[in-house]
T-cell receptor, first 113, second 115 residues
Framework: AQSVTQPDIHITVSEGASLELRCNYSYGATPYLFWYVQSPGQGLQLLLKYFSGDTLVQGIKGFEAEFKRSQSSFNLRKPSVHWSDAAEYFCAVGAGGNEKLTFGTGTRLTIIP | NAGVTQTPKFQVLKTGQSMTLQCAQDMNHEYMSWYRQDPGMGLRLIHYSVGAGITDQGEVPNGYNVSRSTTEDFPLRLLSAAPSQTSVYFC??????????????FGEGSWLTVV
């Protein structure tokens, strides 16, 4: 069975600084990987996804993520954060076919002026 | 295009009461699912459906029932509410499963408190 670890529960970053959120997965085959963002009181919005091909994936809102098979990682990055990026971020892994998404426990991002 | 619509958004139940969380999607998606979100635990799958008439259990199915009589609707029933079911519930849908490269779309959530 697949699993996802987000080792950082809470991260605080200054506005304009760079950001990297960590995600490690466990899955026996090639995983399907996702990053979702959740603003307070809202549902989840897909930032980006990786299925195959180029290991550097571009998403919405200026985010990107890099799939590193050797490290079983799919870290999310943004070169310069904005106050509106404050939210909770979830990494998820999906298996083939019609199987479920397995989510990490999330990383809460706080932006300070 | 409404996407995934959940009702109610907020609900308070007494222990032992039953209720149904409604979920509807207008995207003709085959795959629908229910997750619950608890602090520090991320989202966990309760039940899912790969098409009308077909449902299956997820990671935490106990205390919940589902049915899928139409493509559009996927209600989640709490049979006898317990305080442990206090959570935020999300309905999700996708054209097919994650293995087909499809995006899963989430509703805005239903906040349920059981007292």
């Amino acid at each position: 069975a697949q699993s996802v670890t987000q080792p950082d529960i809470h991260i605080t970053v200054s506005e304009g600084a760079s950001l990297e959120l960590r995600c490690n997965y466990s899955y026996g085959a090639t995983p399907y990987l996702f990053w979702y963002v959740q603003s307070p009181g809202q549902g989840l919005q897909l930032l980006l996804k990786y299925f195959s091909g180029d290991t550097l994936v571009q998403g919405i809102k200026g985010f990107e993520a890099e799939f590193k098979r050797s490290q079983s990682s799919f870290n999310l990055r943004k070169p310069s954060v904005h106050w509106s990026d404050a939210a909770e971020y979830f990494c998820a892994v999906g298996a083939g076919g019609n199987e479920k998404l397995t989510f990490g426990t999330g990383t809460r991002l706080t932006i300070i002026p | 295009n409404a996407g995934v619509t959940q009702t109610p958004k907020f609900q308070v139940l007494k222990t032992g009461q039953s209720m149904t969380l409604q979920c509807a999607q207008d995207m003709n998606h085959e795959y629908m699912s229910w997750y619950r979100q608890d602090p520090g635990m991320g989202l966990r799958l309760i039940h899912y459906s790969v098409g009308a008439g077909i449902t299956d259990q997820g990671e935490v199915p106990n205390g919940y029932n589902v049915s899928r009589s139409t493509t559009e609707d996927f209600p989640l029933r709490l049979l006898s509410a317990a305080p442990s079911q206090t959570s935020v519930y999300f309905c999700a849908s996708s054209l097919r499963g994650t293995g087909s490269g499809n995006t899963i779309y989430f509703g805005e959530g239903s906040w349920l408190t059981v007292v």
